[in-house]
């Protein structure tokens, strides 16, 4: 086996806060975070030191880290992490983002009553238990409740996925109640954005179901906490730790008040200026006249029955709720009414896709039949190549007999009349200056290359940026492969200029991503103007390592839509012949 800078990294932090709430010497904790931090910033591979044994060279790696990572080496296991996972159950960990409570104390409250979760902490604080505890007391808990609440309140957001899970549960057990008219999930969820904060249900109904609807809202089994309810709103927060308000407002204010928690806030102050231009006035409740002075004219409203009707009377086509950022949607709507915004139903084929061949759990077959069942034309198989050997990245003689497979799997789909077909793709890693992980004998008889960065994402914006041109440039390179490497809510992307990049890849007509992954999300949305002002091409890609995850895909066209992508700039969205001429770059 061998590891990344990175994974290394993190496995050495992970005992350190293990440590901490073992209650292990301080110094023992410093030492272990030191030493990943360092080996974060590390120029070199890591592999080198541990193949050269002299990891004691790296400034801030002992002795005994230093045989912690040879062992991992060796047996793909870190004894110190596993000594230290068996005294501490992994849900503790949560437990030091809790201010006011020390790796001591949560040690202590762990062992002494039992405990691990932070749903199982409140209720400790609240029946009393922790402040009995010997040097804890109620002054404490106090202290220790407040920032729960306070870390509750102003939680970090969720990932689309994870938001997705929740609000499509909720939203089912409400959508068939009685007196239910419509309902919507509004709010950053309905837009699409990468990270939701809370998750906003709209509902409309007459006044009398109001009630009903509400007990059964606030006593669903995700339920944890009622967080408020009052005459048209209710908010909870569910047991993943993520709060929904379901508003529920009259039929006939339903599509203003949708538009309006639609938002985003940017996109509705463009709105309302837009109404006041046209002398009127727009708001949760409507769409009403201007009156002499200027003020909203609530006897006088203007009828509407949709959201699109709205757009309308603001001279707007209708806006899709991808695009309410404020950017630059208002001129595209004033003029048109679609530019064939990439819809799920374009999706062609699924491009990047491992197999068992490096770090998958499907064989090529499976991968591919599992893409048939979906409706898909064809398949572009990208393993790991040769230097993300912990990834099982393939050697120059697998790959031949990967190519082998594949023509073969090829030959049988055409023998059996099917419309599908397989690319010989290979995910290869972008070293360290830029260059891709084979000689170009081998590289020349791929269908196509994804170049993708898997090892020191974190070198100095300049050099990072020569690495990418580098990749970019060489003429294999047919897509970039999540061009950051960022993990959404948990680790930040390479520094790097994407306006540059974007422009670039389009100059090189190569298509950067985006990983389709809802870890990932990778090109950002936000560089689709950019995008767009350069022609640059993308690929929506679901990085799948199992059939299911082929079914990311969605993820990924909803960012792709946020990032003003036409069906004519997503190379999936073509025919496999078109695919292939992409690939072979002859247009
Ligand atoms: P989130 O929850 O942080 O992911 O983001 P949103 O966009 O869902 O924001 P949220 O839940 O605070 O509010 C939902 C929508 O309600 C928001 O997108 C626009 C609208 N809204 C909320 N507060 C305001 C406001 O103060 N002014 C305006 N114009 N709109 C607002
Ligand atoms: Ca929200
Ligand atoms: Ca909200
Ligand atoms: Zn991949």
Redesign the pocket.
């Known amino acids: 086996m061998s590891y990344t800078n990175d994974q290394i990294a993190e496995l050495l932090r992970e005992v350190s806060q293990l440590m901490q709430l073992a209650g292990e010497n301080r110094f023992k904790v410093i030492a272990f975070d030191k030493a990943a931090q360092t080996i974060e910033g590390l120029q070199e591979n890591i592999d080198e030191y541990i193949q050269n044994k002299n990891l004691t060279d790296i400034k801030g790696v002992g002795k005994s880290i230093a045989e912690d990572i040879y062992a991992l080496e060796e047996t793909g296991k870190m004894p110190v992490l596993e000594t230290f996972k068996e005294k501490v159950p992994e849900g503790l960990i949560e437990w030091l983002n809790i201010s006011g409570l020390g790796p001591k104390n949560a040690y202590k409250i762990h062992k002494e009553l039992g405990i691990s979760t932070i749903e199982e902490l409140k209720e400790k604080i609240n029946d009393g238990s922790v402040a009995g505890l010997s040097g804890l007391g109620q002054k404490s808990a106090d202290k220790i409740k407040k920032s729960i609440e306070w870390m509750e309140k102003f939680d970090e957001?969720c990932r689309l996925d994870q938001a997705q899970e929740i609000a499509s549960v909720i939203f089912e057990s409400l959508k068939n109640l009685e007196g239910v008219q419509q309902i919507e999930v509004?709010?950053?969820?309905r837009?699409g954005?990468e990270?939701?904060?809370?998750i906003?249900i709209l509902i409309a109904a007459e006044e009398k179901y109001i009630e009903d609807l509400f007990d059964v809202f606030v006593s669903h089994d995700r339920v944890t906490d009622v967080l408020g309810r009052g005459d048209t709103k209710s908010s909870v927060r569910t047991k993943e730790g993520r709060q929904v308000?379901l508003r529920i407002v009259a039929p006939k204010e339903f599509p203003a008040a949708l538009m309006?928690?639609?938002?985003?806030?940017e996109h509705?102050?463009v709105l309302?200026q837009r109404a006041r231009d046209r002398g009127m006035s727009l708001n949760e409740y409507g769409l009403f006249k201007l009156n002499s002075e200027g003020d909203t004219n609530f006897d006088e409203p203007v009828e509407f029955s949709s959201e699109t009707d709205i757009y309308k009377k603001l001279e707007l086509y209708f806006v899709p709720p991808e695009l309410r950022e404020d950017r630059g949607e208002f001129e595209i709507y004033e003029e048109q009414q679609d530019f064939d915004l990439i819809k799920d139903e374009d999706i062609r084929g699924v491009i990047h896709a491992h197999s068992t061949w490096s770090d998958g759990k499907y064989s090529i077959k499976e991968m591919a039949e599992a893409c048939m069942e979906r409706g898909y034309e064809y398949l572009g198989i990208t393993d790991h190549s040769k230097t993300a050997a912990y990834a099982g990245g393939l050697s120059v003689d697998e790959i031949r007999q990967q190519w082998d497979e594949v023509d073969r799997l090829n030959e049988e789909f055409k023998k059996d009349g099917k419309n599908f077909v397989i690319f010989k793709g290979i995910e290869s890693d972008i070293l360290a200056d830029g260059s891709l992980d084979y000689e170009d004998e081998i590289l020349k008889g791929f269908d196509f290359v994804i170049a993708s960065v898997h090892q020191s994402l974190n070198m100095p914006r300049e050099q990072m940026m020569d690495r990418m041109r580098n990749a970019i440039k060489n003429p294999y390179t047919r897509i970039l492969g999540h061009p950051t490497g960022r993990l959404l809510l948990k680790r930040n992307g390479s520094d790097l200029d994407l306006n540059e990049l974007v422009t670039l890849a389009a100059e090189h007509n190569t298509a950067i991503e985006i990983n389709a992954n809802p870890r990932r999300l990778d090109l950002d949305w936000r560089f689709g103007n950019k995008a767009r002002e350069v022609d640059m091409m993308t690929s929506i890609n679901p990085d799948a390592h199992t059939t299911e995850g082929i079914d990311d895909i969605p993820f990924g066209v909803r960012i792709a839509r946020k990032g003003k992508y036409g069906k004519d700039r997503v190379l999936n969205a073509k025919s496999a012949d078109e695919v292939r001429k992409f690939f072979k770059r002859s247009e």
């Open positions: 957001r509004a709010g950053s969820y837009r954005l990270t939701i904060g809370d906003d308000d309006y928690f639609t938002g985003s806030k509705n102050i309302r």
